[in-house]
């Protein structure tokens, strides 16, 4: 048998075991449906050439944004009840990477779905290609196709991104021969080399760290989450954490590998900034844990902690100079937070403001946010006291736990809160000690994020009442897995 035909049996035969497994199927055309889904007002811009076609077909009328709904939310549940049904160890185990690019594929051929970031990521490129800086003007600056696809909401808002994800964005956009909607398509490349990371480094980190793979690869490489916002969504957060999750498979291997992993941490916050906090974890994972009782060895652990933190920095700088954008980002460090999302500090502010704004000192005023940036600044402030809390009373111990902890409190704290930041952390909780109500704890949030993202959907396409049956399905899905798992491996 020649090579290519032994290369070709190695990658079809996981794929058709995989494909064998009930569950997996099932998923599949869950991904599926919420694919055909998105072909709705609610995630599909209303400048997109697609209006086209579909009223061409006669598949642009109210009654179709109803189907379309519903067929989302079927997706939903199938893909999360496959993804439940996978998690006790079955006979002829198929292979991850085979389960998560059958459930991949159906969404990575189309519209990006449960967001329009994508489109925003093409229209900075576009900005680039037209010598414009998009830490300096918006996408309104250019009027056309590729701003016209971007959400009226960030149309004049400057990038927060690091300066290698506009720059890939602006090669994108190069690629696709200046074609909005292929451009936004285009962005999810990135996000899938992203995927193809994760996937590969997490489980062979975990048995680097003695963790069991199958625990991790489960929940943080088939989780409906990544599926749905890396893959399908198309987010930049997937290449940053891609990247994380290579620099943490190098620091494992011990003696001075923390310096390259430092080194691709560096690439990483140039995607995404929040990556910078895994540098302070590298020195830590591949030695034994230091005595931070003896000063010797309290000092050397934290020069290495410094230098590698310091390295990223440099990596960073160097690669912004190299990428001709400057430092832009810290002015628009605020863009997120500038619409309503399910952050809690965001909804605190949101609703003193309405009270504020019904008396009568304040009666008529519109606009007004003053009350909503205070509790986002607060929130910001205190996550920050939370994570040097967790730094030292967790990381000198978990390293590891200690990063996805303080990523998950980033998260919730910060002004904006979005399904794929919870990914951040919420993708090294496996990797943390057999604590069992943690994982539980994870798998709770991640079907609650799920939830919100169909009321969501459900909402901006007028059908509120089906979003909040679907999650009042997946609520019960989620607690009738639990009990069956207790009732199969209490404890």
């Known amino acids: 048998m020649t090579a290519p035909a032994v290369g070709w049996r190695r990658l079809t035969r996981p794929l058709a ?28 811009p209303q400048a997109s050439p697609i209006w086209g076609w579909l009223r061409s ?9 109803v189907v379309g709904t519903i067929i989302v939310m079927a997706g939903i549940w199938l893909l999360v009840d496959g993804w439940f049904k996978l998690r006790q160890p079955c006979p002829n185990e198929p292979k991850p990477w085979a389960v998560l690019l059958i459930w991949s594929l159906p969404l990575s051929f189309g519209p990006p779905i449960f967001s329009h970031d994508a489109y925003s990521y093409a229209a900075q490129g576009w900005l680039i290609h037209n010598h414009f800086n998009p830490y300096a003007v918006g996408p309104g600056i250019l009027p056309g196709s590729f701003a016209d696809l971007v959400a009226a909401v960030w149309r004049d808002t400057s990038a927060p991104y690091g300066p290698l994800s506009l720059q890939i964005s602006h090669g994108l956009v ?45 929940f943080a490489c088939l989780n409906p989450l990544l599926v749905i916002d890396f893959v399908g969504g198309a987010h930049n957060d997937a290449l940053m954490m891609g990247l994380v999750v290579v620099a943490l498979c190098l620091a494992a291997r011990g003696r001075w590998w923390w310096l390259l992993a430092a080194g691709v941490i560096g690439l990483a916050a140039a995607i995404k900034q929040p990556a910078f906090l895994a540098a302070l974890v590298l020195p830590l994972l591949g030695a034994p844990p230091p005595d931070w009782r003896r000063p010797r060895q309290a000092a050397a652990a934290g020069w290495r902690l410094v230098a590698s933190l310091a390295l990223a920095v440099g990596v960073f ?24 999302t399910a952050s809690p500090t965001s909804l605190i502010g949101e609703s003193i403001q309405w009270v504020v704004n019904q008396t009568s000192g304040h009666a008529g005023v519109v606009g007004d946010r003053t009350y909503i940036r205070l509790a986002q600044g607060i929130g910001v402030i205190v996550g920050f006291v939370v994570t040097a809390l967790i730094a030292v009373w967790v990381g000198r111990r978990q390293p590891l736990l200690a990063l996805s902890l303080s ?3 980033i998260a919730a704290l910060g002004p904006a809160l979005h399904s794929w930041y919870i990914l951040w952390g919420g993708l090294l909780l496996p990797l943390t000690p057999e604590r069992r109500q943690l994982p539980r704890a994870a798998v709770v949030v991640t079907i609650g994020l799920l939830s919100y993202a169909a009321i969501n959907l459900a909402w901006r396409n007028g059908l509120l009442a089906a979003g909040v049956a679907t999650a009042a399905l997946l609520v019960w899905l989620t607690l009738r897995h639990e009990r069956r798992r207790s009732a199969v491996d209490p404890g």
């Open 407 to 409: 990523w998950l409190v």
């Open 317 to 340: 700088v160097l690669c912004s100079w190299a990428c001709g954008l400057g430092f832009g980002w810290i002015h628009a460090l605020d863009v997120p937070g500038s619409v309503a």
């Open 17 to 44: 075991v995989a494909w064998s497994h009930r569950p997996v199927r099932q998923a599949c055309f869950g991904s599926i449906a919420i694919e055909l889904g998105s072909f709705t007002p609610a995630y599909l």
């Open 57 to 65: 077909a006669q598949l642009a009328g109210p009654a179709v944004k």
């Open 174 to 218: 190069e690629l696709s021969g200046y074609y909005a909607t292929v451009a936004a398509e285009l962005q999810r490349l990135p996000a899938v080399v992203g995927v193809v990371l994760i996937a590969a480094g997490l489980p062979r980190l975990a048995r680097r760290l003695g963790v069991d793979p199958r625990r991790t690869a489960w």
